[in-house]
């Protein structure tokens, strides 16, 4: 029982005459009996906390930057209404900053025998698993100058996914898909490695594409058209180790590989390819197999949710065997890493035969936007330094991107909202060209 009553009560008592207050709380209410009864009967009329029936209903999952609405209902078991102030408790990050204290307090007035609902809005700031905390509830006597406290435990956890910002991409995609997969009118020799059908040749079309067998079968000039191969495996691997930690702009590179690595599924599960995902820094901290075309993008995305940077080293001999593990036979193995020097001579570069023997390799890596804004600085002292400092990270990048190539490494290196895009061009370029 919390004594909340006690400041409006001794208010009361101010006002009443000289030589009627004693200093003590059981004097004022022994030389005071009609306030005293008032007192006790304002406790007694407070319906009980501990024994209302609390249950939880609601969202369960919300893409991040999106609201979730969870709702609790409470019951009212008691012979006294309820007349109550109810906080339904939360991790800080489930709310945008001020929001916590609207969303989560509310008053609830329950008459005997009956439940109410009250739903609490949440706006998650970060992904992963947002659980909820304690109930707290103030059960206040008609008179409000005593109250009943408890808290109640109801569990309910929202899991908050990656918002995939770059599916606004996807419809061009798929566009340009259907155009390498024979599904629109004109089709051109060498989009694709597998036979597809025969048609009548028109002006335009690649000589070399003409049958001259099946031509000589009819007395018109027949040309092959091809389409993609279907049923590729791709495996998009996202390094979780120290430098995915790093921000740009105002979320981490992780982050932005994220969004890349869903655009990139979504496409190449509508293509036809089978699509894994890894997470690893120097153990395993996500594994996505075996999922049917259809259950691949939610996978990915309930996969990804809890993932967060870890503050170590990349452990790349790891992650190039779990690689190879996990990759039984020819694949696309995509790395969503970093494309600093160091982690890659030290670390990629040593073991990295061991990926492009067997596989065909792209390494997909986030650039910082504000690098390139400084190149092009001037006016002080200090915006040439930056522009030197600048131009020198650039020429670094450069450099190591051709270090790659020249092992036969696809190189995608773009700013957050570019990097989606160009892996997925990425992608069709290798598919048009045969080489998946």
């Not at 390094?239 to 599924?265: E, K």
């Amino acid at each position: 029982m919390a004594l909340t009553g006690r400041t409006a009560l001794l208010a009361a008592l101010g006002s009443l005459p000289v030589g009627i207050w004693d200093p003590s709380w059981t004097g004022i209410l022994a030389v005071n009996t009609p306030l005293a009864l008032a007192c006790a009967c304002d406790f007694a009329l407070a319906a009980p906390v501990r024994r209302l029936r609390l249950t939880r209903s609601g969202d369960t999952s919300v893409r991040l930057g999106e609201p979730a609405d969870v709702t609790l209902t409470i019951t009212n078991p008691a012979r006294r209404p309820l007349r109550a102030a109810l906080r339904d408790a939360w991790p800080p990050s489930s709310w945008h900053s001020g929001m916590e204290y609207e969303s989560s307090r509310h008053r609830v007035n329950i008459p005997v025998g009956e439940r109410r609902r009250v739903t609490t809005r949440l706006q998650p700031t970060r992904r992963g698993d947002r659980t909820a905390d304690r109930v707290t509830i103030r059960s206040y006597g008609p008179l409000g100058l005593f109250t009943r406290q408890g808290t109640h435990r109801v569990p309910w956890t929202v899991r908050v996914l990656p918002p995939f910002h770059s599916r606004k991409h996807l419809p061009s995609k798929l566009a340009r898909l259907r155009e390498l997969d024979g599904r629109t009118s004109v089709l051109t020799r060498g989009e694709g490695t597998e036979f597809d059908s025969l048609r009548e040749y028109v002006p335009g079309d690649d000589t070399r594409s003409i049958d001259w067998r099946a031509t000589a079968r009819h007395s018109a000039v027949a040309v092959r058209t091809w389409r993609p191969e279907r049923d590729r495996h791709i495996l998009l691997v996202l390094d979780t180790g120290r430098t995915s930690a790093g921000r740009v702009g105002d979320a981490p590179r992780l982050d932005a590989s994220m969004d890349a690595a869903l655009l990139l599924g979504a496409l190449a599960s509508r293509a036809g390819d089978r699509v894994d995902l890894l997470a690893y820094d120097r153990r395993t901290r996500a594994l996505v197999q075996g999922r049917t075309a259809g259950d691949v993008l939610p996978a990915l995305v309930n996969a990804m949710a809890p993932l967060e940077p870890e503050l170590i080293e990349t452990d790349a001999r790891g992650l190039t065997a779990t690689a190879l593990h996990t990759a039984h036979r020819r694949s696309l193995i995509v790395l969503l890493t970093s494309l600093d020097a160091a982690p890659i001579e030290e670390g990629l570069l040593p073991v990295l035969s061991r990926l492009t023997k067997r596989h065909t390799v792209v390494l997909a890596s986030v650039a910082d936007p504000k690098i390139e804004s400084m190149t092009s600085a001037r006016g002080t002292t200090e915006a040439i330094y930056d522009a030197a400092s600048a131009s020198q990270a650039k020429a670094e990048r450069l450099r190591t991107a051709e270090q790659l190539t020249r092992h036969g490494v696809t190189v995608v290196d773009a700013t957050p909202s570019e990097l989606a895009p160009a892996l997925a061009d990425a992608y069709l370029a290798l598919k048009s060209a045969g080489r998946l």
